[in-house]
């Protein structure tokens, strides 16, 4: 990997990461367009350590309060009902089935998964599935309104972005707004439930970066720094925009770079 590919990579992860339309596609489509070959799911990992970086400064005040309350909650019971307690063991509870699939789904989410017929499937069906929950969802439930039931069924929302093409957080936002969440909501929760599962994935992942020369320490160091700085100014537009906005324009791009993908790949432009 040169350096103009990992500046570019980590250009692309910190842009999508947080919009719902799937940095591990795009990164695996622009990497084989230009002929780079698959950095691998150990650099998209990896970079997202980045994003998550991100995340956990951007809403430290609110992740900050959540930890303490949830370990005086376990001795203090009258702060169990407290909100930011319930929220400790929602995003707890939250990451468990995505910690189980990835675990037990490793080895095919790092080799058959990576299949651009399969991503562009899965950017075309996740997309519109994103659009009818959008069109057809209560919006009327806040954070607030969180349950164990809710908390586990958002993470198995949030576990199917193993497979490449989804996007964690659009999953998580579409299960939301199938609940009734709204979409600052929802929004919200998908960046908080996040953290704990990147977090461990890409650390995890870590350990295979510069086993393979096509992806070294430094250009990975180098991706994840700008996917920081980019992701965090992602973040900060991306809840102004969905507290007014709908997220019409995702599904739409979506479903277009879906097509785009399958005819280059059917006029064997592109490579699966």
């Given at each position: ?181 709204t979409r600052e ?63 019409l324009p995702f ?22």
């Open positions: 990997m040169s350096w103009f590919e990992a500046i570019v990579l980590g250009i692309i992860q910190g842009l999508t990461e947080f919009l719902p339309i799937s940095s591990s596609a795009h990164i695996l489509i622009l990497s084989k367009l230009f002929g780079w070959g698959d950095p691998g799911a150990a650099f998209t990992a990896v970079t997202q350590i980045g994003t998550e970086t991100a995340v956990i400064i951007y809403f430290a005040k609110d992740i900050g309060r959540i930890i303490s309350t949830w370990f005086k909650s376990l001795v203090r019971p009258e702060l169990r009902g407290h909100i930011d307690a319930r929220m400790g063991w929602y995003v707890i509870i939250g990451t468990i089935p995505i910690a189980v699939l990835g675990l037990a789904f490793a080895d095919q989410i790092e080799t058959i998964a990576r299949n651009l017929w399969l991503v562009s499937m899965t950017l075309i069906v996740f997309g519109v599935i994103l659009g009818v929950a959008d069109r057809v969802g209560a919006k009327t439930r806040e954070v607030d309104t969180l349950s164990i039931k809710s908390g586990l069924v958002f993470g198995f929302g949030q576990a199917l972005a193993l497979i490449p093409g989804v996007s964690r957080s659009g999953a998580t936002i579409t299960t939301g707004l199938f609940m009734g969440f909501a929802a929004t919200r929760y998908a960046f908080l439930l996040a953290i704990p599962a990147v977090l461990a994935s890409g650390f995890y992942e870590a350990t295979k970066i510069g086993d393979e020369t096509n992806v070294p320490w430094a250009q990975t160091i180098v991706a994840t720094v700008i996917a920081f700085a980019i992701g965090y100014a992602v973040i900060a537009w991306l809840l102004r925009y969905v507290a007014t906005n709908s997220y599904v739409i791009y979506r479903i277009v770079l879906g097509v785009v993908v399958i005819v280059l790949l059917a006029t064997g432009v592109l490579t699966a």
